[in-house]
């Protein structure tokens, strides 16, 4: 079992950043592949980036090419997402969320076994 509890959404101007922040708890979080998804009003679920176990591979959805950034640190039990240059179409909740043990990199909702409760971010234009 992992649980998975995300930080540091709030309200940014256009261009600003933000770092958000999950934290993970349970013996199987050194051995997941992470991801960021997230969720605008009326939208599917997204996918935003996604992290292998050790860190050294990485993927992002288009959105996040260039301005976002997914990193991790197994010794903190933690995931994060930097993200820069934010746009007002970035405002929506954000999800971590982590995979069992599995030869899959995840980039759909529906290979992702573990959610946080999501944290909110909303840009101001």
């Known amino acids: 079992q992992v649980q998975l509890v995300e930080s540091g959404g709030g309200l940014v101007q256009a261009g600003g950043s933000l770092r958000l922040s999950c934290a993970a708890s349970?013996?199987?979080?050194?051995?997941?592949?992470m991801g960021w998804f997230r969720q605008a009003p009326g939208k599917e679920r997204e996918f935003v980036a996604a992290?292998?176990?050790?860190?050294?591979?990485?993927n992002y959805a288009d959105v996040g090419k260039g301005r976002f950034t997914i990193s991790r640190d197994n010794a903190k039990n933690s995931v994060y997402l930097q993200m820069n240059s934010l746009k007002p179409e970035d405002t929506a909740v954000y999800y971590c969320?982590?995979?069992?043990?599995?030869?899959?990199?995840?980039?759909?909702?529906?290979?992702?076994?573990?959610w946080g409760q999501g944290t909110q971010v909303t840009v101001s234009s």
């Open positions: 349970g013996r199987a979080f050194s051995s997941s592949t």
């Open positions: 969320a982590a995979q069992r043990p599995s030869p899959i990199f995840g980039i759909r909702a529906d290979e992702y076994d573990y």
């Open positions: 992290i292998s176990w050790s860190g050294g591979r990485t």
